[in-house]
């Protein structure tokens, strides 16, 4: 038997080992982002979310979030060249705090 403070501390490892995996996924994208869009575009992004087989990218509007969508359709083939897991690039509105 295990006691629960051994329980917990291993259950907030695996979690904060999750957290920072994403983090780390989420700042190796922005970088690659950022080498591959104009400035005036990169900008404009809010966050980025790989989940699952989709990347997920936010924008600060609904106006520069069309204009993200044409510029990463033809950076798809790069996308899924960066990372083969990829599936699905999807845009979204995430205004900035």
């Known amino acids: 038997m ?3 403070k ?6 907030s490892q695996s979690t904060l080992g ?3 995996e994403q983090r780390q996924a989420q700042s190796s994208w922005r970088r690659w982002l950022s080498s ?6 990169d900008a404009r992004i809010t966050g980025v979310v ?4 989709t990347l997920v990218i936010f924008a ?9 969508r ?19 690039v999807t845009v979204r509105v995430l205004p900035r705090r």
């Open 18 to 20: 999750r957290v920072a």
């Open 70 to 88: 044409y510029a990463l359709a033809e950076l798809d083939a790069d996308i899924r060249q960066e990372n083969p897991a990829i599936q699905s």
């Open 6 to 11: 051994a329980l917990l501390s291993r259950a």
């Open 2 to 4: 295990e006691s629960v």
């Open 36 to 41: 591959k869009l104009p400035a005036a575009l």
């Open 60 to 68: 600060e509007s609904s106006a520069w979030s069309a204009r993200l």
């Open 50 to 53: 790989e989940r699952a087989e």
